[in-house]
C-alpha cells in the first residue's frame, strides 16, 4: 500500500507518521511524509518581523523530530521526505491525483481534506466505527481494535444493527430476541473497551446493515471502518460487508478488515 502522511510537526502528526510506519511494517508498501510551510499566513501579519522566521523554525524542528522517528522506525522500508510551500489542502490533493495512494493519514485539523480527495483519509485522532450483530466477532478480535484505537488516539463506536428485514409480522418475539442479544453484545463490547482505557459511544439502528453502517460512518465522520471479513456462521453483517466493498463508489472511509472469529 501506498501511504500519505500530511505532517504538520504536531503530536497528532508524530501519532500518524507512526501509525503509517506500523501499517507498512506489518503489510508493506512506502510512504511519503509531506509537509508544506504556509508562508500565506505572514502577509499582513501584526506579531512582529520575526513571526514568519520563528515559524519556519518550528517546522524545521517538526521535520528533524519526523526524520528521528522514520530513523527509529522504518528500517528496511521505503520512506520519502516532501517538503513544500502554498495551500497545504491544494497540494494534497495534487499529490494524490498523481500519486493515487492508497490512504492518507492526517491530524483531524485536516478533517475537509475528506470532501476533495479521491481516496480514503483516516484522521489521527478519529473515530473508529465497529459494526456489530449477536455473532461474536469484534469480541474475539477486541485486541485488534484496542490497538487501531490506540495507535491513533482515536475513540471507538460501536455500532449494533438489527436485521428488521429478515422478520415478519408473525415473528415479532424472534425480533425482540434477536434485538436484545445485539444490544447486550454492544454493552459487552463497550464495558470491555471502557476498561482498557478506550474512549466508547454505541448506537442500535434497525434496517439493512450495509446501509446503517454508511449512514451512521457518515453522521459521526468516522475516520476508518472496522468490518468482519467473513465467518463459518451466517451472518447479515458478514453479507453486508461483501456489499460495501462491492459498491466501492458509496465508500468514503478506510476499511480495515477483522479476520473471522474462529481463527482468532
Known sequence: MKILVVYDGTLHAKKALRYGLKKIHDGGGEITLLQVFDS??????????KAEEMARNEAAQGLAEARQIISEQAAGMSVRIITDEGDASQMVREYVDAEHPGLVLAPSRFKDLAKILSCPLTLVPGTILVPMDNTGSPVANIDRIVSEAESTGSRVALL???????????????????????????TKMKKKLVEKGISVSEVVRSGYPDEEILRVAGEQAVSLILLPSGSTVPSELSKATAIILEESEKLKWPVFLLPPAEAV
Request: glycine share 6%.
Open 40 to 49: 500565506r499566513m505572514f502577509i499582513d501579519y501584526d506579531a512582529g518581523p
Open 160 to 186: 449494533g444493527v438489527v436485521p428488521v428485514h429478515l422478520y415478519s409480522k408473525e415473528e415479532k418475539a424472534d425480533l425482540e430476541r434477536v434485538k436484545k442479544e445485539i444490544t447486550a453484545a454492544v
